[in-house]
């Protein structure tokens, strides 16, 4: 599926957190579109900088310690750096909204969910108490939720995982959001109300047209969910590709050390999984050679001694791996 207007614009993006042992570099220098209507996929490990990329888009870093720098983050021909608190609160949740992981710490534990939903009704649509009353029951239907009218008078802690979930993504898609951030909004629920969720935000998306940044860990939801997929690792963007590319043409290391580790209904079910050895590097001082390097099972001799620069392999296809992977693909 092409898609040709462009919604959001990151442009060197870097989020630091200073620390008594030093800087932290969450995310260092990342740069990608989203374009309307599209699913982009943002996958990586834990520490990676999935999430706090998505933080640092929405204005949720605390600072100090954190500091947000870039070249541009612009969402909608406006350029997010440049707002204040009062104007970055009417895009947020208005105009970008966001699933975080944990709906249980998410929701307010002493208020009634439907009060929550209209919260949001109420200041950035202008409703009136009643009005966004209905609007929120209305909501929980769409999510799913059995007898809506009488759930909105209920406290998070009568709602079950996956029912608060719901609750969450009511209250993401209460104003109409042009662009909804979905992080790891599935990784706590059972597989049978993660298929639910995910069919749930599949048919929202279709009726309204939002676009949707998906983080998680789940290959197989990217393949499943996703138009584009952005893979993370040490805080750097190391491949951007369609999900046909990544899953069929690989070109860096950790993009292949992650399909390598996951099983495929293709393939004998004795092939035996090859894990990804070692563990992440430390943020703090790391070196300008690709961080995946201790880890890379296919490294060359370049790769310790050149900085990995973005390099186009095809057709809206990019990766800072300094290795031809051609010889793994499949076709």
Request: net charge neutral; hydrophobic share 40%.
């Amino acid at each position: 599926m092409s898609f040709k207007t462009s919604l959001l614009q990151v442009k060197k993006l870097k989020t630091h957190f200073h620390t008594q042992d030093g800087v932290v570099k969450a995310v260092d220098g990342i740069s990608f579109d989203i374009y309307e209507g599209q699913t982009i996929g943002v996958v990586g490990e834990s520490g990676s900088g999935k999430s706090v990329s998505a933080l640092s888009i929405m204005g949720l870093i605390p600072s100090p310690p954190g500091k947000v720098s870039a070249e541009g983050i612009i969402f909608e021909g406006q350029d997010l750096l440049g707002l204040n608190d009062n104007q970055m609160r009417g895009v947020r949740g208005g105009k970008i909204a966001m699933i975080f992981q944990d709906p249980m710490t998410s929701l307010n534990p002493v208020l009634k969910v439907g009060w929550q939903i209209a919260e949001s009704l109420r200041i950035h649509l202008g409703m009136s108490s009643s009005k966004a009353r209905r609007r929120a029951i209305e909501l929980l239907k769409m999510v799913g939720i059995p007898l809506a009218e009488d759930r909105v008078d209920d406290f998070p802690h009568q709602f079950s995982g996956g029912m608060r979930q719901r609750v969450m993504i009511a209250i993401a898609l209460s104003c109409g959001p042009r662009l909804l951030i979905a992080d790891e909004a599935t990784t706590a629920l059972d597989v049978t109300i993660q298929a639910q969720i995910i069919d749930l935000v599949n048919r929202l998306q279709r009726e309204t047209g939002t676009a949707v940044m998906w983080i998680t860990h789940d290959l197989g939801i990217i393949a499943g969910l996703c138009d584009r997929v952005n893979v993370m690792y040490a805080g750097r963007l190391v491949e951007s590709a369609s999900v046909e590319d990544i899953f069929y043409r690989p070109a860096h290391g950790y993009t292949l050390g992650l399909l390598r580790s996951i099983p495929r209904l293709d393939e004998d079910q004795k092939t035996r999984l090859v894990p990804i050895e070692g563990t992440p590097p430390d943020l703090i001082g790391i070196s300008a050679l690709c961080p995946f390097l201790p880890r890379c099972q296919v490294a060359k001799e370049v790769c310790a001694t050149q900085i990995p620069e973005v390099r186009r392999v095809a057709e809206g296809h990019n990766t800072t791996c300094l290795v031809d992977l051609r010889s793994y693909w499949r076709e």
